[in-house]
């Protein structure tokens, strides 16, 4: 089949976050999600070991396999559509897998199904390392980094739904930024989460455990520059603490419980202004890019809060 015939199965493994540990790997949802991909490099590699003592010769005489990890990187638009018996958008699906709870160290995994003209590969225990949700004139766009635990063959029964059609990707122009409550217009924005997963084998040749060891957040946004205000924010030796959020919206085309779109709020509650270089361009406008890190507050509450909710 043309790789466009490629496609992917993912499938939740826990179900609620923090994971329960003994569940990694485990298939723990019976919900399908065709979920489309713009971008598929998921790989086994393999580790291996080289005996080359002393033994009078040059050669290699000896070669064994110490270890098999599963980790690239898979990358998407967003879309609206709810699956068959879920009751969360493929958008919504895919953001709570890499940004919910970034306290939890064991993170919620999935396995994905991967079916191509040749044969059909399953990987268990795929845990998001690293996430950037970024935006622009061409779309909204998510990328993951994964790490997981096994790569196999696969043995479901792949058949992809013929509503395909209501596919509908996130638009840009539906997309809305306030910074210290007041509306800002902006020509991008990234929004970018750093797990720190690390894998231990305890001596076994696959990982017997994979948990997250920090959890850094940064958003960089670009607005027209308007005025000097952040110029002079950046002179100063203090930091300057803003708080923002970010909406982001798309079509479900009737694939959800109601209203027109499903919709994602998502609130940066404590935002540590780092840069805010010029971008001067001599033919087109001037440009503020502005650098923030996502520090979480001084309470329960996490450095960004998400909401999702349908509307029309």
Known sequence: MPSAQSFAVLQSEQVSV?????????????????????????????????????????????????????????ATALYGFFASGASDSFAQYLIDWAFSDPEAADRLSKTLHWKDEVSQSKWTGLRVNEATLSGDESGVRLSLSLIGKLEAESVLVMTPPDNRGKLTEFLFSDVAFTLDGSALPIESFVWTIRHGLALKFNGDYTP???????????????????????????????????????????????????????????TFNR???????????????????LSFACLKPSSSTPAVTQTWSLVS
């Open 18 to 74: 923090p994971a329960v540990a003994a569940d990694w790997g485990t298939v723990g949802s019976t919900i399908n999600r065709y979920v489309p991909l713009a971008e598929f490099g998921l790989k086994a590699e393999v580790e291996t070991r080289e005996q080359k003592p002393a033994c009078g010769v040059l050669q290699v005489r000896h070669v064994e396999k110490l270890r098999r990890t599963i980790q690239g990187t898979i």
């Open 208 to 266: 017997s455990s994979c948990r997250a060891t920090s959890g850094q957040q940064s958003l960089t946004i670009k607005p027209l520059k308007t005025s000097a205000a952040y110029a002079v924010l950046q002179r100063l030796s203090t930091i300057a603490i803003k708080t923002a959020s970010l909406t982001i919206k798309g079509r479900h085309e009737g694939t959800g419980a109601s209203g027109v779109y499903a919709q994602g709020v998502f």
């Open 271 to 289: 935002l540590a202004l780092l840069d805010a270089p010029d971008d001067v361009a001599v033919e087109d406008y001037n440009f503020q890019p």
